[in-house]
Every structure is written in C-alpha cells, then in structure tokens.
C-alpha cells in the first residue's frame, strides 16, 4: 500500500476527488489497452499500485465509491469487431494480495464473515494463476455451442468459431451436465511462443513481445484461420450456468473437469491453513522456471462452494478467493550456459544465458552476472535455477540461486583470464594506493581486440552519441567484418570510398538504392554535432551522457577540453568542476595522452564539426532544480524534454528520491509518480512543464 495517505478531513475531500478521477480514467484506459487491444503500456506492477492508491482512496472516502467506481468493472467493453455474448452469471474478476500477512489476513477476514472459531477448519484451494485470456465456453448435452471472451465482466465477445480450433479443447465432453459453461484460460507455452515468433520474423511480420500477449491476439482474431495457426492451449478452473453441479467442492468441480476430458492444472492443492496456503505458494514459485507456461501468482479459493455461496461477492471481486501475485519485476529460471560479452572498454562482462522467461511483461533470455566477484558470492552454475529481476529499463539481473542445495549440481564456474575474442591476457588492475583489486577484469589488447573496436563504432554511431541512422549493430559488425568501417573517421568517408574495392553498397546483399542513399544521407547530416555529443560518442571510460555535458558545458568547445587535458594547469581545471571526480578526470587525461587516440581524433576532426551547447539560464526559476520525467510524453521526446530542463539551468534525474523537486508524469506514469506522491513531491503534467519553461 502507498505511504502516504489520503488526506481524510472534508477539506482535502476535493484534492481526493480529483486524485481519484484522474486515477479512474487512468485505469480504463489501461483496461482498455490491456483487455481491448491485448497492447499493455505499463507493467503489472504499475497497475496493481494504480489499483492500489485508487482503493485506498474510496476506503477514506466512501462516497467516492459509486455506481461509476472501476472498483465495481471488470475488463473492459467487448470488441465492436465481435459479437457480443451476455454471461449468464458474470465473469468477474480477483482480488490482489502481494505479502504474505495478507494470506492470514484473507483467512481470518473468511473466518469472521461466516462466524467461524478460529480453530474451525477451513479448506481452501492453492492453485497456479495463469497468465492469459479469460474465455468462457458453454457445453450443452456435451456438445461446444459457444465460446467468449470475459469483456467487461457481463458481456463478451463471441470467438466460438476461433475456439474450435483450440486442440486442447474438446468439442464434446463425456458425462458433463446438460448444461455446463466452463471457464478458464486460454495461454500459450514457452516453446511455442518462441517458434511462433521464429516464424513471424521469417515471415517478416511483427513478433509478440510475451506468451500472454501472443494467446490473446491469436484468440481474438476475426479470421479463425489465423487462430488454428498458432499454437493455443486452455486450463479449465472456473464455472458459470450448469444445470446441475457435479460436485459440492472446488477440488471435487476441478476433478470433475479432468473426468469430463478438460484439461486442468495438476498443481492445484487442497490447504487447511494459511501456513499451508503460503508453502503451496513457495512451491508453485519455485517450480515455476521449469512449468513451461507463464504463471504470475497463486488463486486461494474457499474449497466448499456452500461457503461460497454464503460468502457471496463484494463489488468485482468474489470473498472467497483472491490472488496472491508474485514480485512482477521477478521470475526463476534455469542457467542454461554462462558467456563473457567483451565490452568497448575491454571489460569482460559475464552473462547467463537462460530459458526465456517473462519478467515485467517482457521475455527476458539473458541477463548480467556482473563480474567475477558476484559470479563467486553467489555462486551461480550453469544449470542452476535462480531468481531473475529485470525492474523499468534496467538490464536483467540474476539475484541469487533458488536450489544451489540440489543434488548433482555442477562444477563451480571459473572466471576466465583470457580474452575469448582476441585471446590477450584479462586482467584485474590493481589500484596502487589501496591494493585492492578492480572488480571489472579487462583485456588487454586494446589495439588488436576486434571486440572493443567494434563495440566502440557501436557507441559511436548510438542515439544518444552520434545518432547515425541506418547504422545500426548488424551493419557495423558486417562492414567491419568486411574491413570497409575500421575507424569512426571511416564512416564519413564511406560515400566517397563505395565500390572502390568490391561491389556498390547499393549492389550488396539488404541493400538496394533507396536504402545506400538514405545512409549515406544520414552520415552526412551527422558533420555536425553537439560537443557534448561528441564527447560522449568517443567512449572516453567514465564519461557517460552526464558527465560529457557536464565538460561541454564548462569548456564550451572540444578544442578547449582536449587543450586542457593534455596541460598540468587543464587537468586541475577537469578536477574542479562540479559532478567530475578523479577518475572521471584521470580517464580523460590517459585517454589525449594515447598517441593512437589523438591521431584518430585528427583524423576524424578533419570530417566532423563540433557545435557548443546552448548556454544555461542561471536566473529561470527552474534552475538549480532536480527533475524527473516519467510516463509518455506527446509533444517532444524524452531526449529533449531532458534537453530543455538542462537549458534552463535544472539537473536531470532518473529516479525519484527525497532530493527530487519535481515530476513531470506523461500518460503511463507508473511507479515513479506514485513514489513522488508518497514523499510529497509536486506532480504536474507535460502542459504545466511547458508552462513553467515558458514553451506554452
């Protein structure tokens, strides 16, 4: 729950009004997007706390909690593209819970509406939630007469036809009621996906970026064609209209599915008490890597449907079941191979290469080990089953082992000292005052290694260095490969080189005229750039995008940097300026002390013109000011809304924390717009930030 609480006299009643209208629209529009369009734009996570604030809200006022209330909706209104099927008995939605308190809290909360001692047992059912599309389908003497979607909880959409090329679906049932509409989810596994998406690239069609995604536009296709060409499977949980019910518990119902030829999920437990309830949890997470299929937590449910049915339903959700989530940022997978990534600097980067997983609504095949040091503390092997996190645009991180004590695990991993690419010595420098060694080990052939050269050009031509359009990875790996791009230099003499040893550009294979004269034309425009740019396009060790404007800004030119930093007077200078530390300043001077580097500069400089960056506004009110930009914005990119808040003399920040004086939150603004709430910082949308830098 978020921190900070609604204000709660009737003076703040209208801020929480506001607060809440804004809140409500931002939710349909995410349902909208999520159940409509199958194309989510923010995370689970950043729904749930959505979701969250909003409830807490009408909790401290009550009256906010009306008929309009999205407390009181389920999905979002059926595609006009099907049609429509109104649900006998309404598909509605769960409940969230995300600690493990709030499993107890579930519990006794059971217990005191149905007037239980607490020592009275209470079986509850622990299942598996699946991560797809909700469908109802409708069984009459047997037979599959319809199928549709949730929609928004009382009417869906009518994919009967779609259904009916589902495998996992039977067309008939043997022994089922009259009447029986049962309910589940539609998903699709992991090894499907992935050879589906291998076929669209093939194909030169989009690919899908989850499992989840892929089922619920595969279903909600308008031709079943498209549906029977993708690879759907279906776990039945869930019932509506039945004209008589086969069993009079929720165990005894899913057993019933499984005799009438439904498939169910084998993992689903009967628990008598939240310790049980938690440890099922524990058990399905840990099994999780190795289900083939995404899950994203666990449905308790009230095991006797006469309880059930006494516990009845509170606005969209059900009393008798909720959903306990797992962290939506984290998943468990298996180490399937550990590799060494050699960096533009040489650093030796250890990656783990892993069975796809879905982490925060992406599927996530590798992620960083970091280096040596933290390969040993945690002692992660290839084949082992850890824990993944991958949290907003931060690259995948392995956070630990989940069952280092299995039997037979494999040997320790061992850090190699040779470069893999170009086989010089990697090394760990040691700092000469302390001793200690560096956690990063580097290669040594800096020269000779083809890794750094080419992870270099990759830097260079990148959109917050050069911005060379058209140059992406795969080009620069072919035309080094092919020695025509050897130098950054190289690149602007491209056009004047082409068809001087070998084919035209135009003539080699994924090229044609159009697309030669378009990269050539995007070189051209690239002769002249922003000094800070520049700066941090040379891939100078510890200059990163901050710390090159930071330079532009003090020196104002290239000449007076590269002066300065070859110069005892300069190299003070470096070390005086606000944000620049010792390393940063020690990088730039070793860095114009290379003679190689400061003959590739020449000959670059020769091509390239550096332009100033535009002076700071000491006097706006904005400057001295820390913000952060968050969410979509619409009338500029993120690049340059940064850009212009630098202008004005404000500091740019990318998370929120206690020192952060302002958030402009776009459309989408998730997790860092409710933290900003939390501490007390001012919020205002992309017309109020023009407004105050006086773009309006």
Not at 177 to 192: F, I, K, N, Q, S
Not at 342 to 369: C, D
Request: negative net charge.
């Amino acid at each position: 729950m978020p921190k900070k609480p609604p204000p709660t006299d009737e003076a703040g009643l209208a801020e929480a009004r506001a607060e809440h209208a804004r809140l409500g629209a931002e939710i349909a529009e995410h349902d909208r997007r999520y159940h409509g369009e199958d194309a989510p734009v923010i995370s689970d996570a950043d729904y749930d706390s959505l979701r969250r604030r909003y409830t807490t809200l009408e909790q401290a006022f009550p009256s906010l909690a009306g008929a309009d209330s999205q407390n009181k909706r389920v999905g979002s209104a059926p595609s006009e593209k099907f049609a429509k099927v109104r649900h006998v008995v309404p598909m509605l939605s769960l409940g969230n819970i995300f600690e493990d308190e709030e499993v107890a809290e579930f519990c006794a909360r059971v217990r005191r509406f149905l007037g239980l001692a607490e020592d009275a047992e209470l079986g509850v059912t622990a299942e598996p939630k699946i991560d797809g599309l909700s469908c109802a389908l409708r069984f009459e003497r047997g037979l599959l007469v319809q199928a549709a979607t949730r929609g928004d909880g009382f009417e869906g959409e009518d994919v009967t036809n779609n259904v009916r090329t589902i495998a996992a679906i039977p067309q008939k049932l043997t022994g089922a009621p009259d009447v029986l509409e049962v309910r589940g989810e539609v998903y699709m596994a992991h090894a499907d996906f992935a050879a589906m998406n291998v076929r669209q690239a093939e194909a030169g069609k989009p690919v899908f970026a989850n499992p989840r995604n892929a089922a619920a536009g595969s279903l909600r296709q308008l031709d079943a064609r498209i549906t029977a060409e993708r690879p759907l499977r279906f776990f039945a949980y869930a019932w509506g209209e039945v004209s008589a019910l086969p069993a009079d518990t929720q165990l005894g119902m899913i057993e019933a599915f499984k005799r009438f030829g439904l498939p169910v999920n084998p993992l689903t437990r009967l628990c008598v008490s939240a310790q049980e309830m938690i440890a099922h949890y524990r058990a399905i997470e840990a099994q999780r890597a190795t289900l083939g299929y995404d899950i994203d937590g666990v449905v308790y449910k009230v095991n006797s449907l006469a309880l059930q049915q006494r516990l009845g339903f509170v606005s969209r959700s059900p009393r008798w079941a909720v959903a306990h989530k797992f962290p939506a940022e984290q998943a468990t997978t298996i180490v399937e191979a550990i590799e060494i990534n050699v960096g533009r600097t040489g650093a030796l980067t250890p990656i783990a290469r892993l069975r796809p997983v879905t982490v925060g609504g992406v599927v996530v095949s590798n992620a960083t080990l970091h280096n040596e040091d933290e390969i040993a503390r945690k002692d992660v092997r290839v084949g082992d089953c850890v824990r993944v996190q991958r949290a907003g645009d931060v690259i995948p991180q392995v956070l630990g082992v989940v069952d280092a004590d299995r039997p037979g695990r494999g040997p320790a991993y061992v850090f190699p000292t040779i470069c893999p690419v170009c086989g010089s010595a990697a090394l760990r420098e040691i700092d000469e005052k302390t001793g200690v060694a560096d956690v990063v080990t580097r290669c040594t052939g800096t020269l000779v290694c083809s890794a750094q050269a080419v992870e270099r050009l990759k830097h260079f031509c990148s959109r917050n260095a050069m911005d060379i359009e058209g140059l992406g990875d795969k080009q620069i790996e072919l035309f080094f490969a092919e020695g025509l791009i050897k130098t950054a230099a190289d690149i602007f003499t491209l056009e004047k080189r082409d068809g001087a040893k070998g084919p035209r550009l135009s003539e080699r294979d994924g090229f044609g005229e159009l697309s030669a004269r378009n990269l050539f034309a995007a070189i051209e425009a690239r002769r002249s750039v922003a000094v800070n740019r520049f700066i941090y396009a040379l891939g100078i060790r510890h200059i990163g995008e901050t710390n090159a404007r930071r330079l532009a800004r003090h020196f104002g030119d290239f000449a007076a940097l590269r002066a300065a930093a070859v110069s005892v007077e300069g190299r003070a200078e470096i070390d005086a300026i606000d944000g620049i530390g010792p390393a940063v300043a020690e990088a730039l001077v070793d860095f114009f002390a290379e003679p190689h580097n400061e003959a590739a500069l020449d000959q670059l400089l020769t091509e390239v013109k550096t332009i100033p960056m535009e002076a700071v506004a000491a006097d706006h009110p904005l400057a001295g000011k820390t913000i952060v930009f968050t969410g979509s914005l619409e009338k500029m990119s993120r690049d340059e809304a940064k850009a212009m808040a630098e202008r004005l003399g404000a500091k740019v920040s990318g998370s929120v924390s206690a020192k952060t004086d302002l958030l402009v939150a776009g459309p989408g603004a998730g997790s860092k717009l409710t933290k900003a709430r939390e501490l007390g910082i001012e919020a205002i949308d992309e017309e109020e930030w023009f407004r105050r830098a006086g773009r309006a």
